[in-house]
T-cell receptor, first 116, second 111 residues
């Protein structure tokens, strides 16, 4: 399977705990994106990597959120001191960096986070 | 005002109907327009991708972009129960990487 994969698929945590999600993009894609989606809304952009460089962070990404892509392959998204408002689906997507195909983002299945 | 507006529905149609889904936007810099389909508790799946104005057809799906009106549409012909899903419009500016999504329209196709 050469699609985008995410792990875990579901995570239930207590308020105040830290959580980390992993995303493995399509292997030949340089660009990697993180989005957050809440019920009844479209995905909201969180951050973007080109190779290992994090080039943009949304103002939605508070200081409690950090993302890394250390070797330009997989990426992790960590949320520290989780709050109930962090409950959402966290989506990862990837795309090529060249040509018009760079606008075609391919999404993983998402990690559903529930903070109790 | 949101940059991209999309009627959340739900939209319910009988099998075989032609479905019309629409989005409006406010940012004239948007040049790339996408439609994604999302089944419940799954990630979005790219359906169609269009650059600037015009039409694009792929099987039962037709995407239209009218930049003068800042209005995009997705038409589904001969709709099937398997088309029941949420349809998200998305758009991006030239040279940009940030894609803005609509809220999605929930579609139900009844057998």
């Amino acid at each position: 399977d050469t699609g985008v994969s995410q792990d875990p698929r579901h995570k239930i945590t207590k308020r105040g705990q830290n959580v980390t999600f992993r995303c493995d993009p399509i292997s030949e894609h340089n660009r990697l994106y993180w989005y957050r989606q809440t019920l009844g809304q479209g995905p909201e952009f969180l951050t973007y990597f080109q190779n290992e460089a994090q080039l943009e962070k949304s103002r939605l990404l508070s200081d409690r959120f950090s993302a890394e892509r250390p070797k330009g392959s997989f990426s992790t998204l960590e949320i520290q001191r989780t709050e109930q408002g962090d409950s959402a689906m966290y989506l990862c997507a990837s795309s090529p960096s060249q040509g018009t195909f760079r606008y075609e983002q391919y999404f993983g299945p998402g990690t559903r986070l529930t903070v109790t | 005002q949101k940059e991209v507006e999309q009627d959340p529905g739900p939209l319910s149609v009988p099998e075989g109907a032609i479905v019309s889904l629409n989005c409006t936007y406010s940012n004239s810099a948007f040049q790339y327009f996408m439609w994604y389909r999302q089944y419940s508790r799954k990630g979005p799946e790219l359906l169609m991708y269009t650059y600037s104005s015009g039409n694009k057809e792929d099987g039962r799906f037709t995407a239209q972009v009218d930049k003068s009106s800042k209005y995009i549409s997705l038409f589904i012909r001969d709709s099937q129960p398997s088309d029941s899903a949420t349809y998200l419009c998305a758009m991006s500016a030239t040279g940009g990487f940030k894609t803005i999504f609509g809220a999605g329209t929930r579609l139900f196709v009844k057998a």
